[in-house]
């Protein structure tokens, strides 16, 4: 079987790719391990830079993100048992952020790519690549207990961090690799926001972060040790602490109700230098990780592909390989910008262990200078809705 791109991971990052390719008449196998209802159904972040949401749009895959994903105009910071709205529109010449489940983003994008008829394969086994460094690399696999071989032009590994081929290209790369001391234990309640924005709150027994998924659901996290055991928070135990956590002098305070869903995520920055090795080009988590605390993690992904999607397209058009060659260099002047964004955001609201009471203190001081101070915010903003790009297709 041959194919001009061999797409390995349905994630947002396969997906997008695929059907971006798809738009200018590119073909590609999309090669996925897991189930599709196993995909749909994984709780991940949600909020989408107005660049995503633009391109989505642009995709013609956006038609239930605009119906369905909310628009936020601002956020708040809440700290000393206080919040402040961070008006990020106004701050940045309209720019938003949208509130869309990527398990949303992930289930919409496989509807698009079934219509298309282009191939799209779950629960494949033992996915290698070879001959990377020849113009018709390949990736084994085995669907339905068969050997297949794929030839192709092209291979992206867009399989996520704990995929296969960041390991492939492991020889030829750097990687830079940041642990924190903690993560986030996350639920989703059955209850209404209370909030219209998200609130990030730092408070002196650590992070948490208000959010939403719909007008019925909360998304809640706070930050808890890495290792912790979810097994260990029975549900009235995470309920005190979000409330002790995020009820702010005025009372304010997160609606309560069933937990429909918990679970810890440990906190990570990782980035492979470079993104690509022959024609294994690498997009999304596979080639870099973020903290959640910028939410940028999707974005990444679809400025990512976006650019690996016109590289390739520019080459079946002029043959040339000028922008293929310039992908890793494009793509990781945004993802470096999007780590120092994250990095920060982390350390200025989270609670390290080794931390004192100077630490303690440094950090309000700062969050009080950034919601006194137009500049402050204004370069929070900027970077919170994501950074100036050229995104037309
Ligand atoms: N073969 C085929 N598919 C694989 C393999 C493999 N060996 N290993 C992993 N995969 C699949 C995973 O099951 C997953 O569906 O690759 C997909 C990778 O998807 P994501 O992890 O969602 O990564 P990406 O598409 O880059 O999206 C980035 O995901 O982790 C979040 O916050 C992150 O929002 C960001 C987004
Ligand atoms: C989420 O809604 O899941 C969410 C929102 C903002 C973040 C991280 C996660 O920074």
Redesign the pocket.
């Known amino acids: 079987m041959h194919t001009q791109v061999g797409i ?9 790719l695929g059907h971006l390719l798809h738009l200018k008449g590119i073909d590609s196998v999309i ?4 189930s599709r209802e ?2 749909i159904d ?1 709780v ?2 949600g909020v989408l830079e107005q660049f995503t949401a633009d391109l989505m749009t642009e995709m013609g895959v956006g038609a239930r993100l605009q119906r369905e994903g909310m628009r936020h105009d601002g956020v708040f910071l809440s700290f000393a048992g206080r919040r402040h709205y961070v008006p990020l529109a106004e701050l940045t010449g309209g720019k938003a952020i949208y509130v869309y489940g ?1 398990n949303e983003v ?1 289930k919409d994008l496989i509807e698009a790519r079934v219509a298309t008829g282009r191939p799209l394969h779950f629960e ?5 690549v070879y001959d990377i460094d020849s113009t018709s690399p390949r990736v084994r ?1 085995a669907a339905n207990g068969k050997q297949e071989e794929l030839t192709c032009d092209f291979i992206a590994g ?8 960041r390991p492939t290209i492991e020889k030829a790369a750097r990687f830079y690799d940041k642990t924190y001391p903690f993560g986030w234990l996350g639920i989703l309640a059955e209850a209404a926001p209370s909030s219209e924005a998200l609130v990030y709150t730092y408070h002196e027994c650590g992070f948490s972060l208000f959010s939403m998924r719909s007008p019925k659901i909360t998304r809640l996290y706070f930050q808890v040790p890495p290792d912790e055991d979810i097994n260990q928070w029975p549900d009235e135990a995470i309920w005190d602490e979000m409330l002790k956590r995020m009820t702010t002098h005025d009372g304010w305070k997160p609606n309560v109700g069933a937990i429909l869903n918990k679970g810890v995520t440990a906190m990570r920055s990782f980035v492979t230098e470079p993104m690509s090795a022959g024609r294994l080009y690498l ?5 870099h ?2 903290p ?1 605390t910028g939410a ?6 679809a400025f ?1 592909v976006l650019h690996l999607g016109r590289a390739i397209a520019a080459f079946y058009s002029s043959g040339k390989t000028d922008l293929l060659d310039q992908y890793s260099d494009t793509a990781l002047k945004r993802v470096w910008r999007a780590q120092r964004f994250s990095w920060w955001m982390t350390q200025t609201l989270h609670r390290f262990p080794d931390e004192n009471p100077f630490d303690y203190k440094r950090q309000l001081t700062d969050l009080d200078y950034i919601v006194s101070s137009r500049a402050a915010l204004t370069s929070l903003a900027e970077n919170y809705v994501g950074l100036p790009v050229d995104a037309a297709l």
Request: include cysteine; charge should be negative.
């Open positions: 390995i991971g349905a994630g947002p990052a396969g997906l997008l090669l996925e391990s897991r196993y995909v994984r991940r972040a990527q992930v494949v086994e033992d996915v290698s696999y867009c399989d996520g961090f704990h995929g296969i081929c997009a999304g988590d596979a080639a990780i973020v959640p940028k993690g999707l974005n990444l992904a990512d």
